[in-house]
């Protein structure tokens, strides 16, 4: 496959086919609580697609120096303590730099240290061997994809609160079944690749 | 402590306050892992090891670790257990490993175990932090196996395949493959949270709630009209 081939089928898989949210089932505890609202999905899309591409890109690097030093076992270790530095760090530097920005995206930092498709974009491009570029690449493309499945769900979610479930549905039963019918639309695009 | 508040330690995480079900944290494992039963009950005894390691630990270290660089002090504690219990599976349960991958190491960030750490283990004593530990481990392992007994059962006729315990149901049997695909992940748990509910004869959650996110302190409220509430004090 040419390099841009590679950049292609990771954008579609990303989104599409392999749907970190919905076909991975990584990081259902933001797509199930922060879900509610189409202004706070895309809050906390943006703020994921951002620190999932840093991310990337810190641990990267730290990877290869593990490997040189053949600590590769204390990946776990050393990733989620640079995410979790990470996203404080961005959190003050948002914080005194950019205002606006804080506001925003500002209240969905802290939830990100715990969000596990942010820990395992970066152990996956670690197991599937990308360079740094693709790596990058990889992260951002599934930050897209997460914020695209929370946008759709949003949609659904404001459906469902309108609707009339049976009672013992009511709240978070009705809430899973739906985003299993969603979950399934996407199953229609495995093959696509 | 009485022999029966050791008692409820232990007995609290089974049904009342189960993670999974009550709950509704570490979703991603509960969905992920759950399309056998068998690899459901490994994650299950996975975690359980690395929560009653973890409660042990920080139980023990919570005179020493300072408030404010604890929670740092606790993933490094909980990444440490998930470490050992990576080298255990691969040494001892090869298959085992290789079929929940990246979600061996993802237990680091199940929210069930920092949750734990700092709602129970910072504040007890070492034996009721330990049974708090078995306990919320063991109602995880039972609310996994029973997903992923329902989804092996529906989508592939068979219980327990790959062990000596295997069964097998009669050929013949509809496969609803769907029940293995996360959509039947997303199905399944709703059914039985529905189920809980009906059984304990408690309204389903309405909300995948914050109140035992290890974040709830620092998170300011997940939506704009949640922080106005909560600014308010009428949350």
Not at chain 2, 28 to 42: H, M, R, Y
Not at chain 2, 103 to 126: D, P
Request: glycine share 10%; charged share 10%; aromatic share 8%.
């Amino acid at each position: 496959m040419t390099t841009l081939q590679t950049i292609v089928s990771i954008f579609l898989a990303s989104l599409l086919t392999d749907n970190y949210v919905l076909s991975r089932s990584l990081g259902i505890c933001p797509f199930l609580g922060v879900s509610k609202k189409l202004d706070s999905s895309l809050g906390m899309g943006a703020a994921v697609i951002f620190v999932m591409g840093c991310a990337a890109a810190v641990t990267w690097p730290i990877y290869q120096l593990l490997q040189r030093l053949g600590l590769e076992y204390l990946k776990t270790v050393a990733f989620i303590l640079i995410i979790a530095l990470f996203v404080q760090l961005v959190e003050i530097a948002m914080k005194k730099l950019l205002p606006p920005l804080y506001r925003a995206l500002g209240v969905y930092l802290p939830l990100i240290t715990t969000n596990c498709a942010v820990l395992g974009v970066t152990i996956n491009n670690i197991d599937d061997g990308y360079g740094f570029g693709l790596a990058v690449w990889n992260a951002v493309c599934v930050g897209m994809g997460f914020t695209l499945a929370l946008v759709i769900f949003s949609g659904v979610r404001s459906r469902i609160e309108a609707a009339d479930v049976p009672e013992m549905f009511k709240g978070v039963p009705a809430t899973l079944v739906a985003a299993a019918i969603v979950s399934m639309s996407f199953s229609a695009f495995s093959g696509m690749i | 402590m009485s022999g029966k508040g050791y008692l409820h330690e232990f007995t609290k995480g089974l049904l009342k306050e189960n993670p999974t079900l009550v709950g509704l944290l570490g979703m991603c494992p509960t969905l992920a892992v759950t399309s056998q039963a068998v690899n459901a009950l490994g994650m299950g005894l996975a975690t359980m090891f690395v929560l009653v390691g973890s409660n042990l630990v920080i139980s023990l270290l919570r005179k020493v670790i300072p408030a404010t660089v604890k929670l740092p002090c606790y993933i490094v504690i909980i990444a440490g257990f998930v470490t050992i219990v990576d080298f255990l599976l691969h040494g001892f349960a090869p298959e085992l490993h290789e079929s929940l991958g990246t979600f061996l190491s993802l237990i680091t960030v199940n929210c069930i175990i920092l949750g734990r750490a700092e709602m129970f283990a910072c504040k007890n004593r070492v034996l009721p932090s330990i049974l708090d530990g078995l306990g919320m481990g063991a109602g995880f392992t039972l609310s996994l196996l029973a997903i992923g007994s329902v989804r092996e059962i529906l989508g592939c006729s068979t219980w327990m395949a790959g062990t000596p315990i295997a069964v097998h149901l009669p050929a013949g049997m509809p496969q609803l493959s769907i029940f293995t695909s996360t959509a039947g992940g997303f199905m399944t748990l709703g059914l039985l949270i529905a189920l809980a509910g009906v059984l304990t004869r408690k309204k389903p959650p309405a909300e995948v709630g914050c109140g035992a996110c290890p974040m709830a302190k620092r998170c300011t409220g997940c939506t704009p009209e949640e922080r106005e509430a909560r600014k308010e004090g009428t949350v």
